[in-house]
């Protein structure tokens, strides 16, 4: 399975940005896609999650609002919208796909998109 996200970039403090990944292979076969961060000299850690059924979760240190996960079935994606953008948000975006299944079982990783949030 492979995941290739797009979206990132330089933008400035305030503004928003969509993050995408694309699945190459039907969404509907992935039981949970998730979108991780990586911001320098830190660990990895979640930013949110969604199965297949639509269920979400967000990181507890997320407030406010400004992030919000959503998949389209027609498309094979998963976006992540990011508002409000802070120097802090700045880090490696990735995308993540697990299925668990009798038949079938992966647990894939996409390259990552940068994104920096500077004045």
């Known amino acids: 399975v492979q995941l290739v996200e797009s979206g990132g970039g330089l933008v400035q403090p305030g503004e928003s940005l969509r993050l995408s990944c694309a699945a190459s292979?039907?969404?509907?076969?992935?039981?949970?896609m998730g979108w991780y961060r990586q911001a320098p000299g830190k660990a990895r850690e979640v930013v949110a999650q969604?199965?297949?059924?639509?269920?979400?979760?967000y990181a507890d240190f997320l407030k406010g609002g400004r992030f919000t996960i959503s998949r389209d079935n027609t498309k094979d994606t998963v976006t992540l919208q990011i508002n409000s953008l802070k120097p802090e948000d700045t880090a490696v975006y990735s995308c993540?796909?697990?299925?668990?299944?009798?038949?079938?079982?992966?647990?894939?990783w996409g390259q990552g998109t940068q994104v920096t949030v500077s004045s």
């Open positions: 993540r796909g697990r299925t668990q299944r009798p038949d079938i079982q992966f647990d894939s």
């Open positions: 969604i199965t297949s059924g639509g269920s979400t979760y």
């Open positions: 292979i039907s969404i509907s076969d992935i039981d949970m």
